[in-house]
């Protein structure tokens, strides 16, 4: 029983370790791309002189907030994908394996 429960918590650990990791670099991916579209913007922003160069701005920043909204809402399937793949590799981990269900099985010890 207690090589079992050890057998366990090394693949939940496993399990846990590399799921974290996958989540850690999501985050910086997401970071990383919302924070280079901040810089564009402020540099774009800074360089407005006139009237047409802020009408030119204003015309950017609908395609860029259009452009937003399509990668968040890549980002909320991807982040809904990995909580789905993350919870069947924590479920797998306390799944049986076929031994334990044969050394469990009545039938089996006769």
């Known amino acids: 029983m207690n090589t079992e429960l050890f057998e366990k918590a090394t ?5 846990l ?13 997401a970071f990383r791309r919302y924070a280079d579209v901040t810089m564009e913007q ?3 922003v800074s360089e407005v002189r006139d009237l047409e160069g802020l009408k030119s701005l204003t015309g950017d920043q ?6 937003l909204s399509e990668q968040f809402t890549a980002d909320w399937k991807a ?3 990995y909580f789905n793949e993350s919870r069947e590799q924590i479920q797998k981990v306390f799944e049986k394996s076929p031994e334990e269900v044969t ?3 009545p039938k089996a010890a006769k």
């Open 62 to 67: 609908a395609e860029t907030l259009k452009s």
């Open 103 to 105: 050394k469990a099985s």
């Open 17 to 29: 370790v590399e799921q974290f990791g996958k989540a850690a670099e999501m985050q910086m991916n």
């Open 11 to 15: 693949r939940l650990n496993e399990t």
């Open 79 to 81: 982040w809904q994908n």
């Open 42 to 44: 402020a540099k774009k």
